[in-house]
Structure formats: structure tokens, C-alpha cells
């Protein structure tokens, strides 16, 4: 089933959270052909639950750090996150990268953390413009794919992949559905022979400008197995079209 997840970044407060929930739900009555997911900023995360009970709709964060409890100011911990309804994760976003200085390292300390507390992680990959035009692009996601699921190889069918060209996320200049395709295919490749047994169970979402008039271009393709959306999830009608976009 394919995944159309909501990034909603640094967005949205309590109130417009629960006006935002109010009037997608409208919109998204029986979600049961495609797995819909919100990921509210973390002060919205207890209402977003109550809200979404019972809805189809799943819950999932942002962010989160590695350990379970201790001296980390303003850090959320995976059991913190389950308690409070999610079941996803977004790890390693491209801001979290470029912005706030996480490496490879930090992000597969993420991963393992969310693992055994049960989160389904989904771990965010992609080139720089730079590196696109020196042709590093697989040479990129290769290396970020595989020091991410460096010791937890075989437990990459519960992770999904997003595979957001830096390039393109915000700029309002997607990747085509081409360049897409390539990348995930060669994703695909590189998870069968990580680990073989998983095969086929790890999603690989495009995230890179996605919007109502371009979601359908991109879900002709069947290695696109859902989205990951930002700008364009902010509104609910917005995401509500991409969602019903295939």
C-alpha cells in the first residue's frame, strides 16, 4: 500500500492543528486504499492522536533523539513519541542534515532507537545540487543509505526510504518523474543486496516539491510508492488531492 505522508516542518500551532485535522478528515472518509500519514510539529502531537483516533489516519514525528531518557535538554525520545500515539518517524531530513549538523553517524543511532521502540522510521536520503551536477547522485544516496543501515541491515524492511533531491524540496522544481524512477530503482537494487529477505517490504517515497498538479505524473511510475510532502501539506485540500492523486 502506498504511503502519502505530511511533513508539516516548523508549522501550525495547536489550534490550527485541530482546524487543519477538522476539515481534512472531510476530505479523506475512507482512506483504507492508501496509507495516509501527518506529521504535525511536536506540540501538536497529543491532539493530532485524539483527533485521528479511530480516523485511518496514522500519526508520526518529525524528529527524535536516540536515547530513551537523560540529560538532553529540549530532545524528544522514541518512547516519549510512542506513548503519545505515533507510529512513524521522519530521520534524517535534509534540514536536519544541512541545517542542524546530524551526520550519518547520529542518523543510524535514530534508527536503531525508533526500531526498538517499535517506530517505523522513515529515513530521508538525497543530493545536493552540487553533487547532481558533478553526477554523484547515486554515489550520494548509496553512501547515506548504507552508513544509516550500517549493523541493522537486515531490519530494512521496517524501515521506508524517502528520496528527497535537496535540490528540489522548497524550490517549487521537482525532480522529473525520471529522475525519480532512476533513483528508486537503483534504492531497490541496493536494499535486495543489503538484505535479500526483505525484499520488496521498504517503501521508497519521492519527496521534492510534490503538488496536486504534479502528484499524478509521478504515481504513473510504480517505483514511486508514496510521497513525502511539505510545503504543498500545509493546506488540507492541498494534500487531501495528492493523496487521491492516483
Same mark, same amino acid.
Given at each position: 500500500?502506498?504511503?502519502?505522508?505530511?511533513?508539516?516542518?516548523?508549522n501550525k500551532t495547536v489550534s490550527q492543528t485541530q482546524d487543519y485535522i477538522r476539515s /481534512? &478528515?472531510? /476530505?479523506?472518509?475512507?482512506?483504507?486504499?492508501?496509507?495516509?500519514?501527518?506529521?504535525?510539529?511536536?506540540?501538536? &502531537?497529543?491532539?493530532?492522536? %485524539?483527533?485521528?483516533? @479511530?480516523?485511518?489516519?496514522? $500519526?508520526?514525528? %518529525?524528529?527524535?533523539?536516540?536515547?530513551?531518557?537523560?540529560?538532553?535538554?529540549?530532545?524528544?525520545?522514541?518512547?516519549?513519541?510512542?506513548?503519545?500515539?505515533?507510529?512513524?518517524?521522519?530521520?534524517?531530513?535534509?534540514?536536519?542534515?544541512?541545517?542542524?549538523?546530524?551526520?550519518?553517524?547520529?542518523?543510524? *543511532?535514530?534508527?536503531?532507537?525508533?526500531? #526498538?521502540? @517499535?517506530?517505523?522510521?522513515?529515513?530521508?536520503?538525497?543530493?545536493?545540487?552540487?553533487?547532481?551536477?558533478?553526477?554523484?547522485?547515486?554515489?550520494?544516496?548509496?553512501? %547515506?543509505?548504507?552508513?544509516?543501515?550500517? @549493523?541493522?541491515?537486515?531490519?530494512?524492511?521496517?524501515?521506508?526510504?524517502?528520496? #528527497?533531491?535537496?535540490?528540489?524540496?522548497?524550490?517549487?522544481?521537482?525532480?522529473?518523474?525520471?529522475?525519480?524512477?532512476?533513483?528508486?530503482?537503483?534504492?531497490?537494487?541496493?536494499?535486495? #543486496?543489503?538484505?535479500?529477505?526483505?525484499?520488496?517490504?521498504?517503501?521508497? $517515497?519521492?519527496?521534492?516539491?510534490?503538488?496536486?498538479?504534479?502528484?499524478?505524473?509521478?504515481?504513473?511510475?510504480? #517505483?514511486?510508492?508514496?510521497?513525502?510532502?511539505?510545503?504543498?501539506?500545509?493546506?488540507?485540500?492541498?494534500?487531501? *488531492?495528492?493523496?487521491?492523486? /492516483?
Amino acid at each position: 500500500m502506498r504511503l502519502i505522508a505530511a511533513n508539516w516542518k516548523m508549522n501550525k500551532t495547536v489550534s490550527q492543528t485541530q482546524d487543519y485535522i477538522r476539515s /481534512f &478528515l472531510k /476530505f479523506v472518509e475512507h482512506p483504507e486504499s492508501r496509507e495516509i500519514l501527518l506529521c504535525p510539529p511536536f506540540t501538536s &502531537l497529543y491532539v493530532a492522536h %485524539q483527533m485521528l483516533e @479511530g480516523s485511518g489516519v496514522k $500519526l508520526g514525528a %518529525q524528529n527524535c533523539y536516540y536515547e530513551k531518557s537523560g540529560a538532553f535538554t529540549g530532545e524528544i525520545s522514541p518512547p516519549m513519541l510512542r506513548e503519545i500515539g505515533c507510529e512513524y518517524v521522519i530521520i534524517g531530513h535534509s534540514e536536519r542534515r544541512h541545517i542542524f549538523g546530524e551526520d550519518d553517524e547520529m542518523i543510524n *543511532k535514530k534508527l536503531i532507537a525508533c526500531l #526498538e521502540e @517499535g517506530l517505523r522510521p522513515i529515513l530521508c536520503v538525497g543530493e545536493k545540487h552540487e553533487d547532481r551536477e558533478a553526477g554523484m547522485t547515486f554515489k550520494v544516496v548509496e553512501t %547515506q543509505v548504507r552508513l544509516a543501515l550500517s @549493523g541493522i541491515e537486515d531490519m530494512s524492511d521496517r524501515i521506508d526510504i524517502a528520496y #528527497e533531491p535537496v535540490w528540489a524540496i522548497g524550490t517549487g522544481v521537482p525532480a522529473t518523474p525520471e529522475d525519480a524512477v532512476a533513483v528508486h530503482r537503483f534504492i531497490k537494487e541496493l536494499l535486495r #543486496e543489503m538484505n535479500p529477505k526483505g525484499e520488496g517490504k521498504t517503501r521508497i $517515497l519521492y519527496g521534492g516539491s510534490v503538488k496536486p498538479t504534479n502528484a499524478g505524473e509521478f504515481m504513473k511510475h510504480p #517505483e514511486i510508492e508514496g510521497f513525502l510532502v511539505g510545503g504543498a501539506s500545509l493546506d488540507p485540500e492541498s494534500f487531501a *488531492k495528492i493523496v487521491y492523486s /492516483f
